[in-house]
């Protein structure tokens, strides 16, 4: 739901000067996502424009009050009318950020010229956009997302131009963890003179649940003066502002935790322990009582842990807010963590495993609990620091040791004396400027696949490296070039080094030496790195396909073929509706819905394709893992995710009666797809050729949402970003002629509050392109919406109707009467859904194949596994394939299908599927969630 005084207009994205006249007639006002306010709240007084708000409030008794970091617009050093600092300058020290950093993009003034729109509180406003570039500010807050939840965010939003009459466009956005991706938004306009509040709200699915809360604003690109302030953001009621804060490290052995409560608690739920998963569910000790105070003490006789917290352990607690009355009840809250100061010495700087430190570097270090003394130990032998003993004692907490060397890794320590004992410190380490970096697998790193191939960034001072690989650590670490140890040079340049393939579910240890014979230092001896294999054999992971030498198609044979490329001849295709890969990105590979990983595949399934056979499959030809009874593997594991099945219909009874049913977020500027604007709703068409028109009488319409549409299209295109033009009932709402001049462009409205089903409209196209659209009380006498459009279409193009939800996880039913069209209109109804991506219910299967002899066949237990949504992992017992006769130990080929496989007589369903992570396990107790 958005909320506000401005909306966005069919106007050119430049400055405006109205008279009131105009401005009145101008403000029919329609934002993003559908609320329109009409001008009841506008006045022309005395040649100018007041525009009057109502304060914005939580939609519901219960929101809570989220901490937005420099709501203000305060952190920063600006002293005197006329300042201005760019975001991203180191003069500004807030949390808003933006993309182009210091110098440029958003800005915020205090007062920036004579006649500039006034602070609205305090003196500080921020402008997303400047003169040149398109901007944005926007916030990753710590707050996570409830599923379920809804989200208000609330912002004063003004125009800064001191003249009468100018407007520019505003937005503001509810984001992901990537401020670029906009899971909703609103547009709209602001004229100059005044602060109005606007809102939007959003409410959370269950992929966004555990995810960060991003907030965005932005001014229109070129010369904006839309500036922003006081924001506030609302959401579910839960205990916040914990303290100590999240994460903190506390001093003393003993801890006074407080919070403030969710909105609506009576008591509140304290459980508090050293265990993440027993505090997060409730078990074990942890739960310490209900209370009505809003402090829990612990670390003394009495409470919990009478004896004292542990020096150096950490602790984890939560409140949750309880109210029998409220059904929300109780709401859980957030699992905080806090450690107690340690007793050796913490913090080390440089860090702990640090690269490329300078060879001046002076150490520091956090003292220990109580510490008195401090005795370091330094030196480019782990053994010697770990063992060292009877050096000096200091009081100061840094420690230079004078000059180091180039490209070598170094140990410290540092021991505590605090008056009664000394304590031994961790060994550290840190490896000095110059030196080889950069290992893959990083070192450490868990469920390496057995067949990786080791990298790593040359040393600055390298003619070439020598390899060191092994199973033993130590030996590793000691090898000279006469060890077996030692796996030969490498010329600079080619920095990776295949072992084959290795065992599973064993670590490994390799180290890279510089070489350089005109250095007297030479060799530079490297790092010992580890990796441990995981527990399959990797079939298919996705991650190597490129757009170049290694395309996806090329591996992953389907229903299109290929071209003739390098020395491979032309594949015209296996005869199947399927078809692998996105052209649209980078690697051919799906890069944003993935499981492990940066990709996965794609699989476009058609089974009632003309030509093709009426399934889908595409076929990989094994090359790296023929053997499926290597090392005890057992087991065939694949990740898949579909989409659900569409809910759109449209059925006609009785006669002349059509009812249709539809979900979508909106017939309006949808983002997500692409980098324009798109449309979610179910369309029942027919072709039109030239000059037409629609019309039909909208008897009802269901209440998904207050911008509910139901109405007559006429659409260029069936993809989701074409251009149209229509005329819609909404549920409560009004009556409105929506339409997208451009394909990807915004749309634009004319809009007639308080009016309702049942209602007639109708739309219709001239042979020039203009379009017109009505609205009617009782079919006869109609009443222009707003004034022609013209819209450049092509002479064939789609008529009919359209019905949205305006919620996509909601289903709406329209039911129309009436509907009559003029002109060349074809004689078939045909309805789909645009823009709403569903599957049709088809069986996945999976075949194995040898060289020759017959496939194994497959075929997943759910029948409806085209429409689960979310990351499932499908496991088979090899076993299934080699009691149908496939010999394990030289598997040929493996291929995905959506269908009957084999089938070509009766038509099937159409969706897209994802998949990723195609591995043989060696037996496990139960599959991965």
Known sequence: MISGCMGRELLPRSKYRFNRFDVKNFLSIHFAGGTTMKTSLIYAIAGFVIAMCLPIWPASADDQLITVPDAGFDDHVLNSLGDYVYIGDSSYTGAWKNDYGPGDGAWIDYRYWDGDLPARSGNFKAYP??????????????????????????????????????????????????????LIEAHGLALSGDWEQISLEYTATAA????????????????????????????PPKARDPVPADGAMITATWVNLSWTPANFAVTNDVYLGDNFDDVSNGTGDTFRGSQDTLFYVAGFPGYAYPDGLVNGMTYYWRIDGVNEANPNSPSK???????????????????????????NMEFSWTA?????????????????????????????????????ELAKTYYWRVDEFNGAETLKGYVWSFTTEGAVSGPNPADGALDVKPTVVLSWDAGAVAASHEVYFGTDADAVANA????????????????????????????YYWRIDEVNGVNPDSPWIGNVWSFTTGDFFVIDDFESYNAEENQIWWAWKDGLGYVEHDNEPAYLGNGTGSAVGDENTSSYTEETIVHGGLKSMPLVYDNNKQGYANYSEAEL????????????????????RGYPASVGSFIEGPAGTYKMTA????????????????????????????????????????NTDNWAKAGVMIRETLNADSKHAMMIVSYASGVSFQRRPETGGASADDTTAATTAPYWVKIERDLAGNFKAYSSANGSTWQLQG?????????????????????????????????????????QWANQDIGIASNDAEPLYIEVSNAAGEPAVVVHDDPAAANIDTWTEWVIPLQAFADQGITLTNVDKIAIGLGTKGNITIPGGSGKMYFDDIRLYRPRESAEE
């Not at 006469?482 to 393939?501: F, H, Q, T, V």
């Not at 909106?666 to 037409?692: P, R």
């Not at 193009?797 to 003029?822: D, E, M, P």
Request: charged share 15%; hydrophobic share 35%; glycine share 12%.
């Open 208 to 235: 966004d649940a555990g995810k960060k809360i991003g907030i965005k604003m932005s001014g229109e690109q070129g010369e904006s003066y839309i500036t922003f302030e006081d924001v506030t953001l609302y959401g």
């Open 368 to 404: 220990g609990f109580g510490a008195k003394l401090h005795t370091v130990y330094f030196g480019d032998d782990f053994d010697e620091v770990d063992n060292a003993t009877g050096g000096t004692s200091s009081g100061l907490t840094h420690y230079t040791p004078g000059p180091l």
């Open 333 to 359: 809250g957030d699992v905080w963590s806090f450690t107690v100061q340690p007793k050796t010495a913490y913090s080390p700087n440089p860090p702990d495993g640090t690269e490329f430190v300078d060879l």
């Open 787 to 827: 004034v022609a459009e013209p819209i450049q279409m092509g002479t064939n193009v789609y008529i009919g109707l359209a019905v949205t939800s305006h919620n996509a996880s909601a289903t709406c039913q329209a039911v129309f009467t009436n509907v009559t069209t003029t002109g060349s209109v074809g004689p």
């Open 129 to 182: 956009s400047d003169a040149t570039v398109f901007d944005y500010i926007y916030q990753i807050l710590d707050e996570t997302f409830v599923e379920g939840a809804t989200y208000t965010l609330s912002v004063w939003v003004g125009n800064a131009w001191p003249g009468e009459g100018y407007a520019d466009g505003w937005g503001l956005y509810f984001t992901g963890e990537d401020y670029k991706i906009n």
């Open 480 to 507: 000279t070039t006469a060890s077996p140890e030692y796996k030969g040079p490498k010329a600079l340049g080619e920095e990776s080094y295949d072992p084959g393939k290795l065992i599973l579910e064993t670590t």
């Open 663 to 702: 979900s979508g977020a909106d017939i309006w500027d949808v983002s997500g797809v692409g980098t324009g604007f798109h449309d979610e709703f179910h369309f029942a068409y027919k072709t039109l050729i030239g000059a037409g028109s629609i019309v039909a009488r909208v008897e009802s319409i269901s």
């Open 621 to 640: 030809t094994l090359t790296a893992q023929p053997d499926w009874t290597e090392q005890g593997v057992a087991e065939l594991s694949l990740w898949f």
